[in-house]
T-cell receptor, first 117, second 119 residues
């Protein structure tokens, strides 16, 4: 079955420290992979996505993610966390093109990030 | 651009009542998605439309749920009758996809959601 696992429910880091959020997926074909961020009371915003090519993907707000096929992982990283990064982060996988769109995604349950001053 | 607009932001209703959630996608977008978010199950895709046509409704939990997209600028998600287990945040999202370019830079834009509480 297709699934996305985010093993960490809640992570707390100090401002300025590095961050890595884990994501593992189970998918029958080459997946399209995404990271989204959700601030309280808001919808989700796309941080970055991987379709093909370079396995290290750069996104907005200084985030990057690395696709590792052998580990079925797509971990999100940031070298120095800012207080404004506190939010919930969702990893998602999709089949790519299906039914006219790439937006039919399977989401992980999210990792809540808290930032200590 | 105003983004994806959902209404109402909050809805409190009693079990058995009909609930209608509304969504206005971003102008020019041709795909629309309804997602539901709960603590237990996370984010789940309920249904999505492409060019106003329902493509995949396999995520719709029961016959009590129905969705329509009468035109490119409006969609509704209806629950009739509502039950307490339907309590969740319902998100609408839209995107623009070009069929001739499947690897194009399609991007989902989410609304702020409707917080539904069924008592």
């Amino acid at each position: 079955a297709q699934s996305v696992t985010q093993p960490d429910i809640h992570i707390t880091v100090s401002e300025g420290a590095s961050l890595e959020l884990r994501c593992n997926y189970s998918y029958g074909a080459t997946p399209y992979l995404f990271w989204y961020v959700q601030s309280p009371g808001q919808g989700l915003q796309l941080l970055l996505k991987y379709f093909s090519g370079d396995t290290l993907v750069q996104g907005i707000k200084g985030f990057e993610a690395e696709f590792k096929r052998s580990q079925s992982s797509f971990n999100l990283r940031k070298p120095s966390v800012h207080w404004s990064d506190a939010a919930e982060y969702f990893c998602a996988v999709g089949p790519g093109w299906y039914g006219g769109s790439q937006g039919n995604l399977i989401f992980g349950k999210g990792t809540k990030l808290s930032v200590k001053p | 651009d105003a983004g994806v607009i959902q209404s109402p932001r909050h809805e409190v209703t009693e079990m058995g009542q009909e609930v209608t959630l509304r969504c206005k996608p971003i102008s020019g977008h041709n795909s629309l998605f309804w997602y539901r978010q709960t603590m237990m199950r996370g984010l789940e895709l309920l249904i999505y439309f492409n060019n106003n046509v329902p493509i995949d409704d396999s995520g719709m939990p029961e016959d009590r749920f129905s969705a329509k997209m009468p035109n490119a600028s409006f969609s509704t998600l209806k629950i009739q009758p509502s039950e307490p287990r339907d309590s969740a945040v319902y998100f609408c999202a839209s995107s623009f996809s070009v069929e001739s370019k499947p690897d194009s830079n399609e991007k989902l834009f989410f609304g702020s959601g409707t917080q539904l509480s069924v008592l």
